[in-house]
T-cell receptor, first 113, second 112 residues
Framework: DAEITQSPRHKITETGRQVTLACHQT?????MFWYRQDLGHGLRLIHY???????NKGEVSDGYSVSRSNTEDLPLTLESAASSQTSVYFC????????????FGSGTQLSVL | AQSVTQLGSHVSVSEGALVLLRCNYS??????LFWYVQYPNQGLQLLLK??????LVKGINGFEAEFKKSETSFHLTKPSAHMSDAAEYFC??????????FGKGTTLSVSS
């Protein structure tokens, strides 16, 4: 069965370190998204991609970057981790733009100490 | 720009009671509207969506929502709550070519 996989499930890091969260989908979807979930804020869009070599900034993109070199993967990089980036991160993918049902991964719990 | 406002961060109902979760949206283009559910320690799952056509949308697990353009609302309802409905619910909006924007979520508690 097709799926979307995030790794690692849990990560602890120190402030200032570079961290990369992986997202891999086997749906062959063109569209991929990264959200962060924080209490009281719901899900906020970080970055998204509508195809290979396409990336776009979301609501809270500062301090994060993504690159899309193939259809299956959209890794999220925290250039210099900050405590404010402690959160649960969700990757999602979709087939269509706009009228889009998102398929979500199980999330990565990141703690920045 | 698009946004959604979910009224009430926490809703509590008794088993068998009506569930009503409120969502209002703001959109400069014809909106696509969604409700997602998140069970503990899981990702989000689609409950239902409105794109075009019939304004009353039926979803999974007995939930439905009505798109009311005049009120810019898309409230989620279920006639009779079940214990298994306890979860967090998110309303979301997108437009043609725009990414999905979520509300802050409403936690539904169901008591026996």
């Amino acid at each position: 069965d097709a799926e979307i996989t995030q790794s690692p499930r849990h990560k602890i890091t120190e402030t200032g370190r570079q961290v990369t969260l992986a997202c891999h989908q086997t749906w062959n979807h063109n569209n991929m998204f990264w959200y962060r979930q924080d209490l009281g804020h719901g899900l906020r869009l970080i970055h998204y991609s509508y195809g290979v070599h396409d990336t776009n900034k979301g609501e809270v993109s500062d301090g994060y970057s993504v690159s899309r070199s193939n259809t299956e993967d959209l890794p999220l990089t925290l250039e210099s981790a900050a405590s404010s980036q402690t959160s649960v991160y969700f990757c999602a993918s979709s087939e269509l733009r706009g009228d889009e049902k998102l398929f979500f991964g199980s999330g990565t719990q990141l703690s920045v100490l | 720009a698009q946004s959604v406002t979910q009224l009430g961060s926490h809703v509590s109902v008794s088993e068998g009671a009506l569930v009503l979760l409120r969502c209002n949206y703001s959109s400069s283009v014809p909106p696509y509207l969604f409700w997602y559910v998140q069970y503990p320690n899981q990702g989000l799952q689609l409950l239902l969506k409105y794109t075009t056509g019939a304004t009353l949308v039926k979803g999974i697990n007995g939930f439905e929502a009505e798109f009311k353009k005049s009120e810019t609302s898309f409230h989620l309802t279920k006639p009779s709550a079940h214990m298994s409905d306890a979860a967090e619910y998110f309303c979301a909006v997108s437009g043609t070519g725009t990414a999905l924007i979520f509300g802050k979520g409403t936690t539904l508690s169901v008591s026996s």
